[in-house]
């Protein structure tokens, strides 16, 4: 630290949510603003269960930006961490630190670096949107932090879309359309809220972890190499349509239809892109075999750029009964405990009435997979389970205890 006056650190922390992608972005038209080819949908995942934390703290101390995250120190040079740091110091008003009263200039901001710490309440680079979480955090807490105003609706989501596209439907709740834009300077190609969290309450998310370990190809990378035309553009205005009026079954119908046609589009890359694996494709089977025998749509499924399932349970009857049949089918290794199994809200483990590893046995076969031959129940043939629901938006922490940056030596708190 410098002398007296320059000891001072200021911090704000915020969370932001994942979000996962009914109507899926893939592909862009500019690789360097991540301007996307098409439009796309997504439902905000619960920040309890799904979200990234992030800390963003100054001092005149600071020699350098610098990044921690998952405890870990990483490098801050690449080049969408420096745009999104670089378009928010564009923006940085005059902030007044409360304890002491200094002012912090506008332009001071230009030289003042900036610690990053960041923690992620689930699994990095393994298809659960963590970089979306990540960079709508990272965005969210900077503007706290200096005193940025949005000079239009959306603004900040451009600039979390320079950190990775899908982030920018991160920074609000409930169901978010990332609208492509036409601009060439992508100013138009921001999210927007098409309904609050509070919207749709029946509806009950489940994810099943099929693998946590980092995958083969990005999603950057992926769509590269995938066609530039989409097939899917047709589908956005009958989704904004079935959330809008909750309609579960064309909200199903799309979603999977969708999500099917999205990693067709992978595999019909070359070389080949598979996200999905045997496990995926099980999940699949098992929520189109309910549906089938249901009559109408009870689940829909999606799956991003990996092969973890997330499935949309009509409510949150029929979420416990899609708990007790995923329990079914894929139960969890004998040594694992029922609460390391099921993760998220527990009230679904409740009503599905499965207390024990016990009650996992004695469940009996659902009726449609009846007469199935050779129907897989292999032991931990899943990770685990995550019950949640749709979510809030990016939000600051108010609490010192949550700031993951110690106040004095402005590093990672120990
Ligand atoms: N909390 C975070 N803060 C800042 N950056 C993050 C954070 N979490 C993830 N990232 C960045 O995102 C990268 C992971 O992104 P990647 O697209 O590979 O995986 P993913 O986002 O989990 O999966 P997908 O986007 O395909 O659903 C990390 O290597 C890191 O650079
Ligand atoms: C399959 C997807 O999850 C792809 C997300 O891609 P990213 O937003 O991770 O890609 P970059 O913009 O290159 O960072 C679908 C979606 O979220 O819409």
Partial sequence: MGNEEETWVVMKTARAPSNIAVIKYWGKRDEKLILPINSSISVTLDPEHLSATTTVAASPAFEKDRLWLNGKEVSVEGVRYKNCLREMRARATDVVIESSGKVIRKEDWNSLHIHIASENNFPTAAGLASSAAGFACLVYALA?????????????????????????????????????????????????????????????IIIAVVSSRQKETSSTSGMQESVKTSPLLKYRAEMEKAIKSMNFTEFAKITCADSNQFHATCLDTSPPIFYLNDTSRKLIGLVERWNRHAGEPQVAYTFDAGPNAVMFAKNKEVAAQLLQRLLYQFPPSADTDISRYVHGDQSILESAGVNSLKDIDSLSAPAEVAGIPNLQRIPGEVDYLICTNVGKGAYVLGEQGANLIDPVSGLLKK
């Fill in 144 to 204: 706290q932090l200096m005193g940025v105003q949005e000079k239009y609706e959306g603004e900040l989501t451009a600039i979390a879309r320079l950190g990775s596209g899908s982030a920018c439907r991160s920074l609000y709740g409930g169901f978010v359309e990332w609208k492509m834009g036409q601009e060439i300077d992508g100013t138009d190609s921001i999210a927007v809220q098409l309904a609050e969290e509070s919207h749709w309450k029946d509806l009950v």
